[in-house]
């Protein structure tokens, strides 16, 4: 970590951060350029795997009546997600997906904190596979889900026929089509993904930028206190951004479970 | 468990997406039918070479029914 240090306070970090930042060095191989088979990203994203599998396997281990402090906390993050995700936006049936949701937004809500934990600081969902392979998952579930409970046929009806007097349906059905089969999973994608990378880039530039300040000019130097001063109100801001996003992937891959499952429209 | 009794509100006919859900609804509706129908005018420009006027009937179109969208699935409570 000193080094890091020195050599931010030397000045060899580039200052206006870019996308090359965002591609650490390869751990297995040690160092290895252009080998990204296993990297600290890919270490995170089997890090948040094992945290979460041992937090729930060890809280729920020795379930008692009245709950210890570990299985409280596994029961309040189950609860919130079933109560006030599944429950609230797909109704009674929706208790039979709370454990995916619960999953899923556990594994969101842990891989974008890695964003502002000291030593992690980047978030895998920075990288666009992880939001993508996520909402490609979201997206073949609720597909499944009404492709089950309607059969073929009636679902793409229900899907892509609003209602609507039938001259107007040639205008509206292109536009159902478009945003039910494709936005979503694009927007799902996309949203998270966006939102880490953004995070991940204010930080870099504000941290960087102070550096950067120190070692232009005597009278430029004492700025670069305001400008880790912010970095310090970001990273606040970036907390918010991390449990807003969890939630927000979790509800609208709750809300196309909930579509899938209506009846008629 | 104790609160699993709230009143069963899925499935229904009057269904629709709540809170949030239904304002990313509505607007990658309003969104989609631009971008649909914009892409449709454009394709239509290309084949008849004419200089963008069908992408921009078609962008109006495609808000129009991205606003018929809207009114009919999100905006009638039965």
């Known amino acids: ?265 | 468990m104790a609160d699993d009794q709230k009143p069963p509100s899925a499935g229904g006919p009057g269904d629709v997406p709540s809170g949030a859900g239904q304002g990313w609804t509505a607007l990658s509706y309003l969104i989609a039918g631009m971008l649909v129908w914009g892409f449709i005018g454009w394709l239509v420009d290309r084949w008849l070479d004419t200089s963008g006027i069908a992408t921009g009937i078609g962008i109006v179109l495609g808000m129009a029914g991205g606003i018929v969208l809207v009114i009919r699935k999100l905006g009638t409570p039965e």
């Open chain 1, 1 to 265: 970590m000193f080094g890091q240090v020195n050599v931010l306070a030397q000045g060899q970090a580039n200052f206006p951060p870019s996308v090359e930042d965002f591609y650490l060095p390869s751990i297995a191989p040690w160092g290895a350029h252009n080998s990204y088979w296993f990297t600290k990203i890919t270490f995170m994203v089997w890090l948040a795997v094992g945290i979460l599998i041992l937090f729930f396997l060890l809280s729920y281990r020795n379930p008692q009546l009245v709950p210890t402090k570990k299985q409280w906390f596994a029961e309040s993050i189950y609860g919130f997600v079933r109560n006030n995700i599944a429950v609230d936006m797909i109704g009674h049936q929706g208790v039979r997906f709370a454990p995916y949701f619960t999953t899923l937004f556990c594994f969101v809500l842990l891989t974008n904190f890695f964003a502002i934990v000291p030593f992690f600081q980047i978030s895998p969902n920075s990288h666009i596979a992880f939001p993508a392979f996520l909402a490609i998952i979201s997206y073949l579930l609720f597909n499944y889900v009404g492709i089950k409970k309607h059969g073929f046929g009636k679902y793409f009806k229900n899907a892509l026929i609003p209602p609507a007097p039938w001259y107007i349906l040639p205008l509206l059905i292109p536009i159902e089509a478009f945003s039910t089969f494709l936005v979503r999973p694009f927007s799902l994608a996309v949203r998270l993904f966006a939102n880490m990378f953004a995070g991940h880039m204010l930080l870099l530039v504000f941290t960087l930028g102070g550096f950067a300040m120190l070692n232009a000019t005597a009278l430029l130097a004492p700025v670069s206190v305001l400008s880790w001063v912010m970095t310090i109100a970001l990273t606040f801001l970036e907390f918010l951004v991390i449990c807003l996003q969890a939630y927000v992937f979790t509800v609208l891959t709750a809300s196309y479970v909930q579509g899938a499952l209506a009846e008629e429209h």
